[in-house]
């Protein structure tokens, strides 16, 4: 049996613990909004820009259904390879009570299911209040083609974010989204998508790091053994 290298194993809990960050409310990549509308097979797909950052590809799809909730996988291709997030939700994927499930892969490695965090409490600061500016049907032009789209303005403590959304692209219905700090334009989307990942995920384990090794280094929950 393949055993998985300790450094992939805390890329993908690194990797977990900051997605909610990234796409809810965190301070980089994209802080889209929109109306989470899930219809299974259904896709949109990004080009994302940052500053400092080589643009890169993000797929959002709706790849299946189980009871009431919905398999919602997002795919993110750039520099550093490819890394699939698919997870069980029973609402917005940005609210963390809603995940079910959730499962990653990056690169070759095997797919991992993390530990969930919807009964996780989000850090005091996390969560801030937000102003919805509604300012109307709007066109806008991006590599998908000309759309009238929704333009609504989110207002943070520090920050605006404006978004473009259109009831035909799914899940979310963005179509453009733009903040201080990225750029989002819808380069495709359609029906069909099927899940990424494809194999049977090995279920996460918190590896042990050797003796000795500062605890400073390590992402909370990592157990590391007292050495002599």
Do not use: C
């Amino acid at each position: 049996m393949r055993k998985v290298p300790i450094v992939s194993v805390l890329f993908l809990f690194i990797l977990a613990q900051s997605a909610f960050a990234q796409w809810g409310q965190g301070s980089q990549g994209p802080r889209f909004r929109g109306d989470f509308k899930p219809v299974v097979g259904a896709w949109s797909e990004y080009q994302v820009k940052a500053p400092g950052m080589t643009p890169y590809k993000m797929k959002m799809a709706i790849v299946a259904k189980e009871g009431n909730a919905f398999w919602y996988e997002t795919v993110t291709d750039g520099q550093g390879g490819r890394s699939v997030m698919k997870m069980l939700v029973s609402g917005d994927p940005n609210d963390q009570k809603s995940v079910k499930r959730m499962i990653m892969k990056h690169g070759k490695e095997p797919a991992m299911e993390m530990p969930a965090m919807g009964g996780q409490k989000q850090a005091k600061g996390q969560d801030p209040k937000v102003k919805t500016v509604d300012k109307g049907m709007e066109k806008v032009t991006v590599p998908a083609g000309t759309f009238m789209a929704r333009h609504i303005q989110y207002q943070y403590d520090k920050e605006e974010v404006d978004s473009w959304v259109a009831e035909k692209v799914s899940p979310y219905g963005l179509v453009k989204s733009t903040g201080k700090d990225f750029e989002m334009q819808l380069t495709g989307y359609g029906t069909g998508a099927k899940t990424q990942i494809t194999e049977t995920p090995k279920k996460f384990e918190m590896p042990r790091m050797p003796a000795g090794m500062p605890k400073g280094m390590m992402p909370p929950g990592v157990d590391i053994p007292d050495g002599k």
